[in-house]
Structures are given as structure tokens and as C-alpha cells.
């Protein structure tokens, strides 16, 4: 007699050979359904957004002191993992164009990310990054942020305080309804509305503080003036009706503001910018604009009136 174990039924080596022929055949699949599956919009401006910063690292030469490769390197991993092979092959069926030729650039292309995304996180941190540029090398003095504005939005900004013109409710008046301004009243969007308010607040109480012949008291009027002609933005105007109002009579005055109230302005921009980025994530695209053109002019300001070495990598979103 033998002493070797029976063999096996055959039923079972064939039930084997069929599964481990179902996981190889599962296993080409999702292979082939990652090499071939097409690249969202979503994943496409993201990593679009990341080449950006790529570029900017790779080629521009940013001033070291306020915008360090260690800042980029942060920005570039807020926009999550690089490309796969098969995503980097759809992106170049995209077509990426050229490389950006100055920081502006780049910063105009996130911004450009920014107002358009529906994505409202990948929005807010294109926003974030654009603001942090804008910050470190502020776009040719021929860009003039203010000439985005609109004639209507112009033609809107008449004196005064913005917190004395709320839009008339009478019905038949030609202003808001109340249905219209509670459309209106979105959370995020009201507090950069209460931090331009205050930082307006600010600046003409530190104007009030500089002799009228000095050269910053120039800087503090066109500092007030900008601010106005925001909050006189025809998106602006119907929060003005909001419960409670976005905006106030006084503010209190920031820290520091009676040792040195230039910086205690730019503190305030700062603040102002942080919330129009947060504003940015949390309004759909056609709501962006003004936001965004805000940003860029209280990004400006604030570097310019407070100084940071470096620039923050994400403001709004650290």
C-alpha cells in the first residue's frame, strides 16, 4: 500500500484556477481603467495650480528674504500629490501653455483658479497663494487693481461712510427687498465685509493722527478711498441691509495702534485679506470677483504698510 496522501479532486484545482484567473483579470482591469479614465476639471486646475508653483520655483528668481523656496515648497503641497503618469499624460493632452514669465503671471493664473472653481477649497487656497504673491512682488504699477471696477460700481461710490448709505427697503423704492438682502447675507462674506469695515475704521482714525502735509497722510487718504470704493461694490450693498449689519460706526483700534498707527493699518488689511480669502471658499464663482479684487488690494497695502520677511505661505488658510 501507499503511503502518499490521495491527490486532490480536480474540481477544486479548477475552482482555484478560475479565481486566481478572476483577480488577474480584476487586477488588468483597474490598471487599464487608471491609465485610460479621463482627468476631472477639479484634479486638472489643481495640478495645473501645482506646475504653477513648479514654474515659479524652477524658473523665476523671487526675492529669498520675502518669498523663500521653503514657502513655495508649502504652497505647492497645499495642492495635494503630484500627478500620477497616467494624470501627468492627460494634463499634457490638455495642453499646459507656456511656463509663467514673471510672479505676477503665475499669480494671475491662481487667481484666475480662484474665481472660477467650483471647488471651494481649492479655490480659497488658489486665492490663498495668489494673495501671498501679490504680497511678496505687487504686480507692474501699470496693473492698477482698482481699474477692475466696473463704471457701475464707480459710478456708485458717492462721499461718506459706506455704513451711512444702506440701499432704501421701502417697496416701490427702486432699492432691496429684504428677501434680496437676506439672499445676501452669507456668513463668510459678511466678516470680510465687518474686516474691510474696520480696517476703513482704522485708517481714517490713524489719517486724523498725520499732519495733512505729510506723505502719509496721502497714503492713509488713498488707503480710505480704495477701502470705500469696495464697500460700494454693487455686491456689497445689498449686505449692507443684513441683520445684524456687516458694518458699524467704530471699531476698536488695534494694538499698538497709538505707538505706530501706519502698521497698526496694515495689521488690519492683513486681517481684511484673511477673511476675503475665507469668503472666496465659501461663494460660488460668479460671487468672487469683487472678492478677489479686494484681495489683491489689501494684500498689497498690508505688505506695504507692515512689513513681513517672509511672507506667509497661505494666509487665510494657516
Known amino acids: 500500500m501507499s503511503s502518499r496522501p490521495p491527490a486532490p479532486p480536480a474540481s477544486a484545482w479548477r475552482v482555484l484556477a478560475v479565481a486566481l484567473t478572476l483577480v488577474l483579470a480584476l487586477v488588468l482591469a483597474a490598471g487599464l481603467w487608471a491609465h485610460w479614465r479621463s482627468l476631472s476639471d477639479d484634479d486638472a486646475a489643481r495640478l495645473g495650480a501645482r506646475a504653477t508653483i513648479a514654474s515659479v520655483r524652477a524658473d523665476l528668481d523671487p526675492d529669498p528674504s520675502v518669498l523663500p523656496d521653503a514657502v513655495l515648497a508649502d504652497q505647492e503641497a497645499a495642492f495635494g500629490p503630484a ?8 494634463l499634457e493632452a490638455r495642453g499646459t501653455g507656456a511656463p509663467p514669465s514673471s510672479l505676477a503671471d503665475a499669480a494671475a493664473r491662481l487667481e484666475d483658479v480662484a474665481r472660477t472653481s467650483p471647488n471651494g477649497e481649492l479655490a480659497a487656497t488658489a486665492a490663498s497663494v495668489a494673495a501671498s504673491w501679490w504680497a511678496a512682488e505687487p504686480p507692474p504699477a501699470g496693473a492698477d487693481p482698482t481699474a477692475r471696477r466696473t463704471e457701475e460700481s464707480e459710478a ?3 462721499a461718506g461712510s459706506p455704513a451711512a448709505s444702506k440701499v432704501p427697503t421701502e417697496e416701490g423704492d427702486g432699492g432691496d427687498t429684504d428677501d434680496d438682502a437676506a439672499s445676501s447675507c452669507e456668513p463668510a462674506q459678511l466678516a470680510a465685509v465687518t474686516a474691510l469695515d474696520r480696517a476703513r475704521f482704522t485708517t481714517e482714525a490713524a489719517a486724523a493722527r498725520i499732519p495733512a502735509d505729510a506723505a502719509q497722510r496721502g497714503t ?12 460700494r461694490e454693487p ?13 458699524a460706526g467704530g471699531h476698536v483700534l488695534p494694538a499698538g495702534f497709538a505707538e505706530d498707527p501706519t502698521r497698526a493699518v496694515g495689521g488690519t488689511l492683513r486681517e481684511a485679506s484673511a477673511a476675503l480669502v475665507s469668503a472666496v471658499g465659501a461663494s460660488s464663482p460668479e460671487d468672487r470677483d469683487w472678492l478677489l479684487t479686494g484681495l489683491l488690494e489689501t494684500a498689497v497695502t498690508a505688505q506695504h504698510l507692515d512689513p513681513e520677511h517672509p511672507v506667509p505661505a497661505l494666509p487665510g488658510r494657516d
Do not use: E, I, K, Y
Open 235 to 247: 455686491a456689497v450693498t445689498p449686505m449692507l441691509s443684513c441683520d445684524p449689519a456687516p458694518v
Open 83 to 90: 500627478a500620477t503618469p497616467s494624470q501627468a499624460r492627460h
Open 156 to 158: 456708485g461710490s458717492g
Open 220 to 231: 492713509m487718504d488713498a488707503v480710505t478711498d480704495t477701502l470705500d470704493a469696495t464697500l
